[in-house]
């Protein structure tokens, strides 16, 4: 079993509905050229409110939570494009330096 996976994190039964909400609704997310949009509110409210018998409490705190959620994969995905981006200008440089080798004019 890889390594991650025996780490991985147990979710709590009270936290199943936010977590399968957050992907639901991370499905539905555009992206930009630039990465990956935010979860709008739009598309938050318009979920949670088809949820049968969701109090008011309930509906803030789910809210509250996706937007951590959120927050937190937009971050993560913001430094592995960022990562990628480096990688691929590293690796042009290097092939770029490694053509110009052996020419003299």
Known sequence: MPEALKKKPTLFPDLAPVYEA???????CAGSGF????ISLTEMTAY????????VDEYERMTKLIKVLDMEYLGISTNKIERDRKMREQKAA????GRGRGRRG
């Open 94 to 97: 290097a092939s770029s330096r």
């Open 48 to 55: 949670l409110s088809n949820q049968p018998g969701l109090t």
């Open 22 to 28: 957050f992907w639901l609704l991370r499905q539905s």
């Open 35 to 38: 990465g990956p949009n935010p």
